[in-house]
T-cell receptor, first 114, second 117 residues
Framework: AQKVTQAQTEISVVEKEDVTLDCVYE???????LFWYKQPPSGELVFLIR??????QNEISGRYSWNFQKSTSSFNFTITASQVVDSAVYFC???????????FGKGTRLHILP | DGGITQSPKYLFRKEGQNVTLSCEQN?????MYWYRQDPGQGLRLIYY???????QKGDIAEGYSVSREKKESFPLTVTSAQKNPTAFYLC????????????????FGPGTRLTVL
């Protein structure tokens, strides 16, 4: 069975601090895909990144970076120099190669305090 | 502009009434999905459709029904059989059918917040 665990329910940091959101996954598939989505207060889920299981390179996009480690089944997300606009709920998700469905974690609510 | 639209943004329903939530996409995506989100919870899959005139139950399909008569439209009906329908409903679409190219990314609409009075 596939499972995504986001152990941090809620995090608060002061603006400009760095923050890491943890994501641990379980799957028996050898080919799979990992995602991060952002849900701002408006409610719409915004796609941030997709990684496939064969690409363990870390990725950086501006202040966002992702650390994928198959050895620990983790796909962590770091925001550098956080800003108030980063306040949102962040979801990690997993999909198998032959699976049209995505399994979502329960999300981490991030508060960036001014 | 290309995207996914959901209407209405807020919906109020009396107990015992059926209500239909709209989801339209002009992205030419093949697959469409309906999710339910309760406060402090992740997303739970209600129904999904990979092609026109075909759909499959998700994890919490009881009390819901869907249709997929057109590629761009995937309406969700919340029936009176759904015991606790108050929630935030999100529609999503995905470009491909998976297969050898792997899973494609799902893109989401703005959501509909349903409240049962």
């Amino acid at each position: 069975a596939q499972k995504v665990t986001q152990a941090q329910t809620e995090i608060s940091v002061v603006e400009k601090e760095d923050v890491t959101l943890d994501c641990v996954y379980e799957t028996r598939d050898t080919t799979y895909y990992l995602f991060w989505y952002k849900q701002p207060p408006s409610g719409e889920l915004v796609f941030l990144i997709r990684r496939n299981s064969f690409d363990e390179q870390n990725e950086i996009s501006g202040r966002y970076s992702w650390n994928f480690q198959k050895s620990t089944s983790s796909f962590n997300f770091t925001i550098t120099a956080s800003q108030v606009v980063d306040s949102a709920v962040y979801f990690c998700a997993l999909s198998g190669r032959r699976d049209d469905k995505i399994i979502f974690g329960k999300g981490t609510r991030l508060h960036i305090l001014p | 502009d290309g995207g996914i639209t959901q209407s209405p943004k807020y919906l109020f329903r009396k107990e015992g009434q059926n209500v239909t939530l709209s989801c339209e996409q002009n992205l030419n995506h093949d697959a469409m999905y309906w999710y339910r989100q309760d406060p402090g919870q992740g997303l739970r899959l209600i129904y999904y459709s990979q092609i026109v005139n075909d759909f499959q139950k998700g994890d919490i399909a009881e009390g819901y029904s869907v249709s997929r008569e057109k590629k761009e439209s995937f309406p969700l009906t919340v029936t009176s059989a759904q015991k606790n329908p108050t929630a935030f409903y999100l529609c999503a679409s995905r470009p491909g059918l998976g297969g050898s190219s792997g899973a494609d990314t799902q893109y989401f609409g703005p959501g509909t917040r349903l409240t049962v009075l």
